[in-house]
């Protein structure tokens, strides 16, 4: 038989019980869609996470306030910065500090319910240090640094009830006015729940000290190791062990990891729903092979050979395969587009995950209908034709 014959007979096999081809792909459409979806959703956010990275960069360091060997709360020097920025590769230089002002909504609000606010206060650089962004309102400038007025952070924000700029909270017995809201700080979260105010504001109106609790440094890529190592002994002569240096971006990049151990663990599942599918099949082809028992005896005593027939029943299996193959894949892609765009991520879906997909449900449809193909080849013509 020429391999059209074989693809057509194979066809008619499956057009003749409809309703059980579709439940027996169904099986392999779901593994195949969820392999599809789990490897293009994993690429899209990835892909995502590594153009945030792009943006807010990977070259920013922190230098945070600590403890001694006594447990005692260490205070950064005042010239921390001034300090860091005689390093060599350092590009810039920022700062902020945490200052004891209790943050309310307004006076009727109890002292102590200050619904996880805090406040820091902030140089007028750190917004681009950061590549932060307003999403309302404007940020602190040389001039709104010196008066009661403050920049809250996304989570501060909406906690306090504050939309837009220009109303006004309380900290400590002081009222402030918000003169803007920061977008999420994606390198530095911390800062959503904070009410930032100027280093000069914070000294004047709520007695800050002028100590920084946390220093943030960028400079070039090839540098950041280099600027590391000598961060901390830089930001506290002869106290480095109480200094904690990071990388923000690192937090990200572990976020990628995990989400890749997320994506082996709903492969596997999709392998075991592939598997289960792949039982179907064979399932399916095991009871043709009963069913049509009188029809093989008449090939065969028409002249088939036993090779034509292992060749008929082999094309059924893999032709059904390779139709839950084809749904599993058109799902999947739907499935990661569909998800990725309410994410708003760019879709991204591999050529290699639906050639494996492709590969896959051929190797089950060998795999399935080989042993009932070979079953069939081996029915005598005449205890076939006799058959009920």
């Known amino acids: 038989m020429r391999f059209t014959d074989i693809l057509r007979v194979g066809a008619i096999g499956l057009r003749v019980r409809r309703a059980r081809v579709v439940l027996s792909a169904l099986g392999i459409a779901i593994g195949i869609a969820t392999m599809v979806a789990v490897v293009g959703l994993s690429q899209s956010s990835k892909a995502d996470l590594m153009g945030r990275l792009d943006r807010l960069g990977t070259n920013l360091l922190t ?83 010196t008066l009661p007025v403050t920049v809250l952070g996304s989570v501060a924000a909406e906690r306090l009830g504050v939309t837009s700029p220009g109303e ?65 002994r830089t930001v506290n002569p002869g106290a480095e062990g109480s200094v904690k240096v990071s990388r923000p971006s690192d937090a990200l990049a572990a976020k990628a990891a995990t989400d890749e151990g997320l994506t082996n663990l709903m492969l596997g599942l999709g392998a075991v729903a592939l598997l289960v599918g792949g039982v179907g099949v064979a399932n399916t082809m095991v009871i043709s092979v009963l069913e049509r028992r009188a029809e093989i005896g008449l090939r065969r005593a028409l002249g088939a050979t036993r090779n034509a027939i292992r060749l008929q029943f082999l094309a059924e299996s893999l032709l059904l395969s390779a139709l839950g193959g084809a749904a599993g894949a058109v799902l999947g892609v739907a499935a990661t587009y569909g998800f990725a765009l309410t994410r708003h991520w760019t879709p991204v879906v591999p050529v290699w995950s639906l050639t494996a997909a492709f590969g896959a449900t051929q190797l089950i449809g060998v795999a399935a209908g080989l042993y009932p193909a070979v079953r069939a080849s081996r029915l005598h013509p005449t205890t076939s034709l006799n058959a009920p």
Request: glycine share 6%; no cysteine.
């Open 63 to 145: 230098a945070e306030a600590g403890k001694d060997a006594t447990g005692q709360e260490v205070r950064l020097p005042k010239a921390a910065v001034a300090m860091v920025e005689r390093i060599g590769p350092v590009q810039h230089a920022t700062e902020t500090a945490d200052v004891d002002a209790r943050v309310r909504r307004s006076d009727v609000v109890p002292e102590e319910r200050t619904a996880g606010v805090t406040t820091q206060a902030a140089r007028t650089d750190l917004l681009m240090a950061l590549n932060a962004r307003m999403a309302k309102g404007s940020w602190l400038t040389g001039t709104t640094a």
């Open 168 to 232: 006004k909270i309380m900290m400590n017995d002081e009222y402030v006015v918000v003169v803007g809201i920061l977008e999420p700080v994606e390198l530095v979260p911390n800062l959503d729940r904070v009410a930032l105010v100027g280093f000069p504001a914070a000294e004047k109106y709520f007695g800050f000290d002028g100590h920084p609790s946390t220093i943030f440094e960028r400079s070039p890529d090839a540098a950041v190791e280099d600027v590391r190592e000598v961060l901390a």
